[in-house]
């Protein structure tokens, strides 16, 4: 499974400059993690949805949940 986060980014109206500009993680981190293919030994970490939480003024928890309720993808589907 993969979490489709450009989608997420998109849908919730942000860029990972803003995402990097209130969480404070740098611009390249982010964009290096948001960017690289997802497999199941590189999933998105805790240091993405913490970046994400603070963007959104949220719990982490809540973007996890998110996350898996709404942009969750099979490895056997192909939209990715």
Do not use: C
Request: proline share 1%; charged share 30%; net charge negative.
């Amino acid at each position: 499974m993969q979490i489709d986060i450009k989608r997420y980014l998109e849908v919730h109206n942000l860029t990972i400059y803003q995402v990097s500009k209130h969480s404070g993680y740098g611009y390249t981190t982010l964009h290096k993690s948001f960017n690289k293919p997802q497999s199941s030994s590189t999933s998105l970490n805790l240091r993405d949805l913490d970046a994400l939480a603070r963007a959104e003024h949220k719990a982490m928890w809540e973007i996890l949940r998110d996350l898996e309720s709404h942009y969750l993808k099979h490895d056997d589907d192909e939209s990715l």
